[in-house]
């Protein structure tokens, strides 16, 4: 389940092809296009950021898919980023329509992918450890996990449908109403939270439940895998290597910071990389994504500080895909506001609009890759020619 799950599940076909049984791909729509009906594969398009009927209907199945195992049989979940979105699966009592208004009003109010999946879990029969309480018993589970999360938090990639939830319905609360949305919330999702506090509904599963027995999660790539590679290809072009930390904070300033980074470096060749998943609060009717919001705030910054003519940037997604857009991210160099300013274009407007992708766009500067079918969130990486 998840971005890339069409490709993992291809990889572990050319692995274990005589032993695999049956096999469920959820995937979004992209997907379809690398399908061949000769693989043995169900394939179910699920959609993403937000949910919809295909997305509850490939969640139900993935329950079912569970629930079919028998007790000589080996579940191999292989889970990529998201999966919250592509399959789920509302409680007893929560619509459909309940998830993708709330989930659309948490992504709004800049809540962290964490607060996101807190609530996600809380509203769900599959995330959370659900997938585990469809097991019959003696049936384990093996996942392979691509983390699309900084910390590689197991129970926040793709909700956990296969680990513990240390999170609470109280939290979901908390959540909720630090987000100013809690009175804004549909009375089915109020009250079923309310019920859970109360003791009357059964929480996610616990760090300390007996069914996790039964599984073993293994992270194999994430972020830092990625930053390292392109390190690795850095240095076989000449540059010498710096960290900076997560992206994972406000995208502004996140943009901001990493552009006084780069103004501070002094030495030849160069390459500042990092990582991560810079969070957006929209407020504008322009249309972008973190990664090319970043992008925006970082040229800005640039132009404001010390010229340094020999300077690239690239912030993208590594799943190719930066929010609702085509795009995957843009490039950023010395020149991007002058050139701006020529084309008549307003950088501080687009800014506050949160129409990154118009602004990159008319300077060409959008990187446009198509989906990669991975997903270990965004990459930073900055060249300095002195």
Known sequence: MGKAALGMARAAHAQLADKIVDTLVVAPPP???????????????????????????????????????????????????????????????????DKISLTSSLMRSGASIHELNTVRKHLSDLKGGGLLRALKADVRILSLILSDVADND??????????????????AIAILKRRRLWGRTS???????????????RETVKPTDPVLARTVNIIVGDNQLAQEAAARCAQRLGYRIEREGSLSDDAERVGRALA??????????????????????VKGDGRGGRAQHCALALAIALDEGEKRPNLAVLIAGTDGIDGPTDAAGAIVTATTLARAREAGLE???????????????????????????????????GLVNS
């Open 187 to 201: 009375e089915p999702v109020r009250d079923r939270f309310e019920r859970g506090v109360a003791g009357e509904l």
């Open 260 to 281: 006084t980074r780069l103004l501070s470096l002094s030495d030849e060749r160069v390459c500042l990389i990092s990582g991560g998943e810079p969070v957006v609060t």
């Open 31 to 97: 997907a379809a296009s690398d399908f061949s009906s000769d693989l043995p594969f169900r394939l179910m398009l699920g959609a993403h950021p937000l949910p919809d009927a295909a997305s509850e209907r490939a969640g139900r199945a993935a329950l079912e898919f569970v629930e079919r195992a028998r007790a000589d049989e080996l579940i191999l979940l292989l889970l990529s980023g998201g999966a919250s979105a592509l399959a789920v699966a509302p409680a007893s009592g929560i619509s459909l329509n």
């Open 154 to 171: 197991l129970g926040t990639i793709g909700s956990g449908p296969a680990s513990a939830d240390p999170t609470t319905f109280a939290n």
């Open 347 to 381: 950088p501080l407007k687009a800014l506050a609009r949160h129409d990154s992708y118009t602004f990159f766009n008319s300077l060409g500067d959008l990187i446009v890759i198509g989906p990669t079918g991975t997903n270990v969130t965004d990459i930073f990486v």
